[in-house]
Each structure stands twice: as structure tokens, then as C-alpha cells.
């Protein structure tokens, strides 16, 4: 059965795997333990003084030479993208991954056993509901100097493709899609880490590959193997006797799929992008992708959403029955034509309202700015604002007809795109604190054609009409 609930997600209980990091040698424990709504995934070390957090963050990437490493106040986490892969794969938002080592365990150098533990640990559904970039228009980036690429297209759900050529006859050209995020775990987990024997070498020589064995990644014998080479790899592994297989990788052990290598970039993709700390709706298309690449796109990302947060345009159905018209505007707004601008009320609570204009070529302030350039003045914008936030105040008394409203102070106001005729305003105002005196201090917004068009911070006071005092 498909979900399609859009709750956040977490694990019902805590889980722990016990390894060794590929990298660092070191004996390795590992815990997933449940995280509150909102909290994502973080890494905590407790071999520290403090147990410091690190954030998934792409913001945290140091570098990327042999996996994704991340670093925060000094504290690092290294090769991460296998454990997040994991939990994006399973679609869980939020979940604390606790460590006494810098390097999550590298297990067989996929993500399967860390699927199987999440699953152990059960998977339960949380009361907020998960936050999603859908992606809207085309985005990319590229990496001039090795021509690797990613990009990511409109689509209806997750989906990830990726396309590999490392320019050797052994490997050739291979690809991997990953169609819908719930085929992770039979199709992508599983699919294992690789190296080619030139870089294996220089790692084994250079001390930098001290938990691996041969049971945790496939060697692509790219070159000639000297009798001395072999013997080297034999001793480093601990094995008797090694050999190359027709298929020109070393006889340890045998491919899962044909395209394993185009499988596990994938798998770095999923868990890559993760650090873009929002789930992403919208189909990657991965060319020859690699750590650095991957992780300057997830940083592309997170800045592109982070900016798309800070200006999200609300959207209201304007074809539905207005809470105010016009008609009960002017029963409530002393404000009457050319200056009534305001035409309906959409949404009315304790804290904020919404209204509506539709700015047309009638409109009097066209005939003067400007012949010929009709531009609607961003003071009458305001000046909507305020009306429009003058509703919200004036329904706190049982007698609104009998009072004005008068600004006091206006701030920080921004234009932002201009307003002509055809355009339908919408504007939303919030209480920045309680009213009181009949004073309102409140944010205000004007949207029109999904763009944020203006913005103020306003405070205005309402104030019986003096032929109402003997009443």
C-alpha cells in the first residue's frame, strides 16, 4: 500500500549497530535514537566533554575527498552520506544519530544495515506535518573542471537518475533511476560502495583506508596488477588468494547488479542531499556525480529554499465567498470612493486578516502616475495595507461605525515589484503584539501574481468620533 499521509516521520525506539569506519580503523558504535518534530538529522559525538551536535547541514561540508565530511566548531563527522541515505530511503524526517567516533560505521559500504536496524527500531508517524520544496523551475549546477552535473526538474514526487562514465573499458558507461523513494530499500540499499586498484593503492600506501576489507567494497581493476600488487592486496586484506574475475573486479565478492556502481552514486545523491535540510519534490538528474559536486548543489539548494521561505507567498482561493464585500466593508471602514481600497475580506481571526483589491485601469491615481505608464503609488498600497489591518482592529469594538483610524507610526517598508492595472492584491496583516488602548501594531504584506509586492510594519490607533459622545 502506498502512503500518502505527508506527516513527519521518526524511528519509535532507539537502535544501535556496532562497526568499524572505513577511514579512520576505529571501532565504532552507532545509535538512532527518536527526535521531536522539526528537529531533521543530526549527529551527536559522546566520546567528546559537552556532546556536541552537528547538524546535517550542507553548510557543515569541509570537504569531500573520501566521502562527505562535516565539521562544526572543530567537532567532525565523516563519510555521513550512507547513514542519511538510509533515512531519507525509509522517508523519515527526524532522527538523532549518536556516535563515539568521528565515522559512522562502514558495515558491507552500503546503506542496507542501516535500513535494517531504522526498521527494527519501527517507524512512527509524527502530529506536524512534513515541510516539502516543490520544485518549481529548473535548477542546476556544474562543475566546470570535471564536467560532472545535477540537475533537478518539476516533478510529481522524488525521483533521482544518475548517469556514471568514469572513462575505463571496465566500468563503461552506467545508469540508475530510483523512480519513487519507497523502492529505496529493494533497489538502492543494498548496492555497495566501489573503488578503482589505482586509488586503492594509494590509499592502502597512504594509511588512509584502515577499516576497509575487501568485504565492504568493489575494486575495479582498472591497470595491469603486478604478482607484487596482488601480493600487497592479499597481505592488506588478510586473504589467501586473490584474483580478478572475467568481469574485471577482484573475486571478493560478486556484484548485486550489473550497474552496482551507478546504484551506489545514487545512493551518495540520496543521502548528499539530505544536507539540504528540506525534502525535495522534483526529479534529479545526476551526470557523472561525486561528493564535491553533490554537496555544492545540496548548498545551492538549501540557499535557493531558505530565500524562497523567507518571501513564501501565501495562497487564498479568491473564488470563494468572501467573509466581508464590499458593502459590509463600508458598514465597519469610514473610508468611502476614490479612497475605499479594499473590496473583500477573505480571512478575520484575533491575530490577522486578509483582504483583497483588484486594481483596475479606473482606478483616478492612473490619470496622473503615470500617461502612459499606469503605476499604482506604493503610499496607496500602504495606505490598503492599513485599511485592510483597520478591519482587524475595528472588530475588537461592538461599534465600529463610530470610529476612525489614524496611523501613528509606519517602518521598515519595501517595495518590491510594481502594481498596474490587471493585478489583484492580496494583502495579509498580523498582530506583532496584542491590541491595546485600541492600538494595533501589526506586519503587513501585499502579494500580487504569487510575487511579495510590498511590505510595512505598521501601527495605527482607532479613536471614537466626537458626535458619538452623548450617545
Do not use: W
Not at 521531536?36 to 551527536?44: I, P, Q, V
Not at 529548473?138 to 526538474?153: C, M, N, Q
Not at 545508469?175 to 538502492?188: G, S, W
Not at 555497495?192 to 586509488?199: D, N
Amino acid at each position: 500500500m502506498s502512503k500518502t499521509s505527508n506527516k513527519q516521520r521518526t524511528i519509535e525506539k532507539k537502535v544501535t549497530l556496532q562497526g568499524v569506519g572505513l577511514h579512520t580503523g576505529e571501532n565504532v558504535t552507532m545509535s538512532f535514537i527518536p527526535a521531536k518534530e522539526n528537529h531533521g538529522f543530526a549527529f551527536k559525538r559522546v566520546d567528546l566533554e559537552g556532546e556536541p551536535i552537528i547538524e546535517a547541514d550542507a553548510n557543515y561540508v569541509i570537504n569531500t575527498q573520501r566521502g562527505t565530511n562535516l565539521e562544526k566548531n572543530g567537532v567532525k563527522i565523516q563519510t555521513s552520506e550512507h547513514v542519511l541515505a538510509a533515512l531519507v530511503g525509509l522517508d523519515i524526517d527526524n532522527v538523532l544519530i549518536e556516535l563515539d567516533s568521528p565515522e559512522p560505521p562502514i558495515m558491507d559500504g552500503s546503506s542496507k544495515f542501516f535500513v535494517k536496524a531504522l526498521e527494527e527500531a519501527g517507524i512512527v508517524e509524527q502530529e506536524q506535518d512534513r515541510e516539502e520544496y516543490i520544485v518549481k523551475d529548473v535548477i542546476s549546477y556544474k562543475d566546470e573542471t570535471t564536467g560532472s552535473e545535477i540537475t533537478v526538474i518539476p516533478s510529481d514526487h522524488y525521483q533521482v537518475t544518475t548517469m556514471v562514465d568514469f572513462g575505463t573499458k571496465v566500468l563503461g558507461t552506467q545508469n540508475a533511476t530510483l523512480e519513487k523513494i519507497c523502492d529505496f530499500k529493494k533497489e538502492i540499499a543494498d548496492a555497495r560502495t566501489f573503488s578503482f586498484l589505482h586509488e586503492l593503492e594509494m590509499l592502502l600506501e597512504n594509511g588512509l583506508i584502515k577499516g576497509g576489507d575487501l568485504n565492504n567494497a568493489i575494486v575495479y581493476v582498472d591497470k595491469e596488477i603486478s604478482e607484487s600488487t596482488m601480493k600487497k592486496l592479499e597481505k592488506a586484506f588478510n586473504k589467501e588468494k586473490l584474483s580478478v574475475k572475467p568481469n574485471g573486479i577482484l573475486d571478493n565478492l560478486t556484484l548485486h547488479y550489473p550497474n552496482e556502481a551507478a546504484r551506489h552514486k545514487l545512493l551518495d545523491v540520496v543521502g548528499d542531499l539530505a544536507l539540504a535540510g528540506t525534502r525535495i519534490r522534483g526529479k534529479v538528474i545526476a551526470n557523472k556525480p561525486g561528493h564535491f559536486v553533490n554537496t555544492q548543489f545540496a548548498k545551492k539548494l538549501s540557499k535557493i529554499i531558505k530565500i524562497e521561505k523567507r518571501n513564501k507567498v501565501p495562497t487564498y482561493d479568491l473564488h470563494q465567498t468572501p467573509l466581508m464585500d464590499v458593502t459590509q466593508i463600508m458598514k465597519m471602514l469610514p473610508h468611502r470612493s476614490p479612497f475605499l481600497l479594499v473590496d473583500k475580506i477573505l480571512e478575520l481571526s484575533d491575530t490577522h486578516v486578509v483582504g483583497v483589491k483588484n486594481v483596475t485601469m479606473n482606478e483616478p491615481f492612473f490619470v496622473g502616475h503615470f500617461p502612459g505608464a499606469p503605476v499604482m503609488p506604493g503610499v496607496l498600497q500602504v495606505e490598503a495595507m492599513a485599511q485592510t489591518g483597520g478591519i482587524l482592529v475595528l472588530s475588537t469594538v461592538p461599534d465600529p461605525e463610530n470610529y476612525l483610524t489614524f496611523f501613528m507610526k509606519i517602518d521598515n517598508v519595501k517595495f518590491k515589484q510594481q502594481v498596474v492595472p490587471g493585478d489583484t492584491l492580496i494583502f495579509k496583516c498580523d498582530l506583532i503584539s496584542p491590541i491595546r488602548r485600541g492600538i494595533c501594531h501589526m506586519q503587513a504584506y501585499a502579494y500580487a501574481n504569487g510575487k511579495l509586492v510590498s511590505e510595512a510594519e505598521l501601527m495605527a490607533q482607532i479613536v471614537k468620533t466626537k458626535n458619538t459622545d452623548s450617545e
